[in-house]
């Protein structure tokens, strides 16, 4: 169990990864194993929240991964469709304020609307902040950070870290305290590459679907035996 005596950290970042290889070891289709990973993140919002994190952002759909199959990529925007007809309402009544990190003009249809009205409903909550990063890529938002500075004519002399960081999808918000891999790989795969300067690094073999209590609590014990110098000595 996590010590009562050290704080959690105050925005934990997750890489949901592995729920291909879930699947695969169950010989079910990959896409199955996407739907159980989406099933399994209410139950671990609610788990974070419990322990006190006040942001959570999940990874769930890169800029790179629109070049997957054309099959799998429309299954997963059916079922972020889906996630967000029926769980928008749940966690509203849960005090849960969603928001959205990266692009939704790519989406198709209404897609983005019905996300846009999400937010907007949930937009005044005080409990935790989700943060859902779908079309999103680290690289691509610092680019088109870049670009709003160059459209905006901002003179190079007024440019710092914290106007910078404004601009990002992510501005407002605090950096991650953590990061956490699911799924046994040890990257970042394009993900915070700007907020993730001083982050600590969780990497676990356990695939997306079966991370729950047990893993998050081992997670935010490992994170608190840490010392965060920032640079210091």
Not at 51 to 56: C, E, N, T
Not at 63 to 79: C, D, K, M, S
Not at 152 to 173: A, M
Not at 209 to 227: H, I, M, N, S
Request: glycine share 10%; aromatic share 8%.
């Amino acid at each position: 169990m996590v010590s009562k005596q050290v704080s959690p950290p105050l925005h934990v970042a997750v890489i949901m990864d592995g729920n291909g290889r879930w699947a695969r070891k169950r010989g079910l289709p990959r896409l199955l194993g996407h739907k159980v990973g989406g099933e399994n993140i209410r139950p671990v919002v609610k788990v974070f929240a419990g322990m006190g994190v006040k942001y959570l952002t999940l990874y769930a759909f890169s800029t790179e991964n629109w070049a997957r199959p054309r099959i799998e990529v429309a299954g997963l925007l059916r079922l972020l469709a889906g996630k967000v007809d029926r769980e928008t309402r749940a966690f509203h009544k849960e005090n849960v304020r969603l928001m959205h990190l990266g692009r939704l003009d790519r989406l198709p249809g209404k897609l983005g609307q019905r996300i846009e009205a999400a937010i907007e409903l949930t937009r005044n909550n005080t409990g935790i902040t989700l943060c859902l990063a779908f079309d999103y890529g680290g690289r691509d938002e610092i680019v088109r950070a870049v670009r709003d500075i160059v459209n905006d004519e901002i003179p190079p002399e007024k440019i710092d870290r914290d106007s910078f960081s404004l601009r990002l999808y992510t501005g407002g918000l605090p950096d991650p305290d953590l990061i956490i891999r699911t799924g046994g790989e040890m990257r970042l795969s394009n993900f915070l590459i700007w907020q993730a300067a001083y982050s600590e690094l969780y990497f676990t073999p356990v695939l997306w679907p079966d991370f729950g209590q047990e893993e998050v609590e081992e997670a935010l014990a490992k994170y608190q035996q840490r010392q965060r110098r920032f640079g210091n000595v």
